[in-house]
């Protein structure tokens, strides 16, 4: 009997020792509002990617400290403060002082969210995703890595060219914040002397809002959500009035409507060819060079992922072939099969450090793609260098447009050369990573992120050796997955880099990194 | 050197709980007398050709037939007529008959587990008898979890407490019912984000507690030679995600399952102590996971040990 009752005793403990190990798990970045490192007073007087001048978008002109209608607002502020529920004080700390990386986070989130890939018909056929009908399956849109990392330098530039305007308004017109005027409000976040009109926080909002929804069309009243309890939220940390919200909203407005004017002319929606496009691709291919690709799976997938994103209007390249890397080695050339070889020896032999290395940079389906990992680690940076809104933006909107003309360049080499995949070309091949349906060469984890690693070494010079160290980590990756040929990956890291180094000309021009 | 302290020791030395799709001891109702040692080696062959997606049945020719087998050395030994350690150790092979996929192979999990024996009551004309079972397993190897359908196990601790209860009349048949919680602590990824119903940042993954419940009708035959027994195994997760569509499944979803299973086991007249099993079961219903078939043989030994 005693030793039973022992039994119980251990029984309950151990349940208990059990019980006490759960912990919660992160959702998000970790980071609360914090104090700028500079306030870029001159950030209005930057180049704006889309825009042609600080003053294309109109606000009104602001009415003066001390006028009865501000007055009035700071009346309301305070009103607002005085009776901000619990809910709403959650949502000042979530949406912090520096805001655009949240929904830089609620991008990567529905990025993840969508990048799912079409299942088989019964009969073996493939549905596509409509845009004109985003809620029949498969959904609209797959958010693969072209659509991502696209939609990520959409989101960026206009949140920048948004923030420059926001900038060139708060140092023309100088009006304080709330917290300044009234002693009776205080700031959420650090005090800071930054001007409050218009709104910086409502820009982000708005100007995110309108860019997510048009890439997530069956977001729309999330994001809507969002925004509003964002735009709510400026009010009640004591940094904004109402009247600053509103001009900023309209920047945000104008900002996002003049990225997606571009982005309906990109050629992007060309992009996913038919078959009977895509059989004419490969065939040029195969005239050139006397080989193809072809997709492995069963059912075959009749069409490659996006065989013209390589069309898609660049960026910052002016065109396309400059980019355009050498021919790889024939298949059954000695240079092929010694690439072959050590593909078979990384797959007999793989080490605990290449498979997690492999996993660790998958990316794959149902996941933030690489552009969205290369996202991840410029904000823990930007956080790390406490940089003000403007700076932030101007980090995303450089290393986003590299990264997508970096996948636009990879896209054209991948269709123009139409290289096998090894699980094609190597009998039997076995991979632990799933071979994505578009040809090998050049690897996208390659080319996306050398461009990201070589923009985000410009803006912070002092990490540059740990980004040219992941990013080659990155590359490697695809080669111990058996995904890619180990010249897949090297020649995709210096076509990525070159690819970055025209986003990091442009930015050179304004002489403040 | 008491009771306790071996108690304690064992549990440390071990750890650990397989999906245990075989592991009839844990969960039977017999005990090992004092100083009894059985040895047992079990080889299982399991193959499925749908999944459940959610609820939804489906084939991926990309996987074809998926292949599981697994060889397992089982310890049972009475430290009391009325206590028993059973300790496990299976070695398991998966691989797909299509695509392109590497399968994995290599030590799952360690398990150990100790059953006592509560009640032991003359009732009518049979016996009832209560058992809990206080079973404890952890991965022994760095076997991925995150490598589903293919990884070895859920790579988690499992900490499992089972109440099993009986009725065996004196001329053979038997009724048991079982009941367990297992609770599962964390897995790690190799993978540092993750989508379960939203963004996780970190590799860290919650494998959901389960409920296992098992309903058997049995008897014995020649003089207790020969064990005959079907059960109903049933198995329900208490918290997590479907598997997204056409998506690989991951060690947070809710897997679930309903089993019918038929065992039996001989004892040879010609070897004292060696006894042989086979069993067959099948998934007829589930949820996240593959709608495994499959049979098992074994080979059991007993001996008095000390």
Request: one cysteine or more; aromatic letters at 12%; a neutral charge.
């Amino acid at each position: 009997m005693k030793i039973q009752v022992r039994y119980l005793v251990a029984v309950i403990s151990l349940g208990a020792l059990s019980y006490s190990c759960m912990e919660e798990l992160p959702t998000e970045l970790e980071y609360n509002g914090y104090e700028f490192a500079e306030l870029d007073q001159d950030a209005g007087e930057w180049n704006l990617i889309l825009f042609a001048s600080n003053e294309e978008v109109t606000i009104p002109q602001p009415s003066a400290v001390g006028s009865p209608s501000l007055n009035q607002e700071l009346q309301d502020a305070k009103a607002k403060i005085a009776g901000a529920t619990p809910a709403q004080k959650e949502a000042v700390s979530y949406w912090t002082n520096n805001p655009l990386l949240r929904w830089n986070e609620i991008a990567l989130e529905l990025s993840t969210k969508y990048n799912l890939i079409p299942a088989p018909n019964a009969d073996g056929t493939y549905p596509a995703p409509d845009p004109t009908k985003p809620d029949q399956y498969p959904l609209f849109p797959y958010s693969h890595p072209p659509y991502t990392s696209r939609m990520l330098a959409y989101l960026s530039v206009a949140q920048y060219d948004g923030l420059i305007m926001a900038w060139h308004y708060k140092e023309k017109y100088g009006r304080p914040a709330p917290y300044e005027l009234d002693p009776q409000i205080k700031s959420a976040y650090e005090s800071n002397g930054l001007n409050s009109y218009p709104s910086d926080g409502a820009v982000v909002a708005i100007s995110s809002r309108d860019i997510l929804t048009a890439m997530f069309p069956l977001e729309k009243e999330f994001l809507a959500k969002m925004a509003d309890e964002h735009l709510e939220s400026l009010v009640i940390a004591g940094i904004n009035v109402s009247s600053d919200v509103e001009a900023g909203k309209l920047i945000g407005t104008q900002a996002a409507k003049k990225a997606l004017a571009r982005a309906s002319t990109d050629g992007m929606k060309n992009a996913q060819t038919n078959k009977v496009k895509s059989d004419s691709i490969k065939n040029a291919a195969i005239a050139r060079f006397g080989w193809s690709w072809e997709n492995q799976e069963t059912p075959q997938r009749p069409v490659g992922l996006t065989p013209l994103f390589g069309r898609v209007k660049m960026w910052n390249v002016p065109t396309v072939e400059e980019v355009r890397p050498i021919a790889p080695p024939a298949p059954g050339s000695e240079e092929f099969k010694e690439n072959a070889e050590e593909l078979k020896r990384y797959a007999n032999n793989m080490t605990t450090e290449q498979r997690r290395v492999a996993n660790f940079w998958n990316d794959g389906l149902n996941s933030y793609t690489p552009p969205g990992h290369w996202n991840r680690f410029a904000k823990e940076t930007v956080v790390k260098n406490r940089l003000s809104p403007v700076r932030t933006a101007r980090v995303f909107a450089y290393m986003n447009m590299a990264i997508v003309d970096a996948g636009i360049s990879c896209w054209d080499a991948k269709y123009y050369y139409h290289y096998p995949r090894p699980i094609q070309s190597i009998p039997g091949f076995k991979t632990i990573l799933g071979t994505p349906n578009f040809p090998a060469y050049t690897s996208g984890h390659s080319t996306f992120s050398a461009a990201a690693a070589e923009v985000l070494s410009h803006f912070f010079p002092a990490e540059a050796t740990q980004y040219k160290k992941w990013a080659e980590e990155a590359a490697m990756s695809r080669v111990y997955g058996g995904i890619h040929y180990r010249f897949d990956a090297e020649i995709g890291l210096s076509q990525g880099k070159n690819v970055g180094a025209y986003s990091v000309t442009r930015a050179k021009k304004d002489q403040v990194d | 050197m008491n009771i306790k302290l071996k108690f304690l020791s064992l549990l440390l030395v071990g750890m650990g709980i397989s999906i245990l799709t075989i592991a009839q001891t844990p969960l039977d109702g017999l005990m090992m007398p004092k100083g009894e040692i059985c040895v047992a080696v079990v080889y299982e062959d399991a193959n499925w050709e749908k999944y459940w997606e959610g609820a939804y049945l489906r084939t991926n020719q990309n996987v074809g037939t998926f292949n599981r087998k697994m060889i397992m050395p089982m310890i049972v030994g009475g430290i009391t007529d009325k206590i028993n350690v059973i300790v496990s150790l299976p070695y398991v092979k998966t691989s797909a008959s299509g695509g392109q996929m590497a399968g994995a192979e290599g030590l799952q999990d360690f398990s150990v587990s100790l059953k006592a024996q509560l009640v032991d009551h003359t009732m009518g004309k049979g016996k009832l008898k209560v058992f809990s079972n206080l079973s404890f397993s952890t991965p022994a190897s760095n076997y991925l979890s995150d490598y589903l359908p293919f990884s070895l196990g859920f790579g988690a601790n499992e900490l499992g407490l089972r109440a099993i209860g009986m009725y065996e009349l004196d001329k053979g048949p038997y009724l048991r019912i079982s009941g367990a919680y297992l609770l599962r602590g964390a897995t790690e990824a190799e993978r540092d984000f993750y989508y379960e119903d939203n963004a996780y940042y970190t590799s860290t993954m919650d494998v959901p507690d389960a409920l296992q419940a098992q309903a058997s009708l049995g008897s014995w035959f020649f003089q207790k030679r020969l064990r005959v027994e079907a059960s109903l195994t049933s198995l329900r997760c208490a918290t997590g995600d479907d598997i997204r569509i056409y998506n690989s499944p991951q060690p947070t979803n809710k897997v679930n399952f309903d089993r019918v299973e038929g065992f039996a086991q001989y004892y040879l007249k010609s070897v004292k102590g060696l006894g042989v099993l086979a069993y067959y079961n099948h998934m007829f219903s589930g949820r996240n996971m593959g709608q495994f078939s499959g049979y098992g043989l074994g080979l059991t030994y007993q001996f008095n040990a000390f």
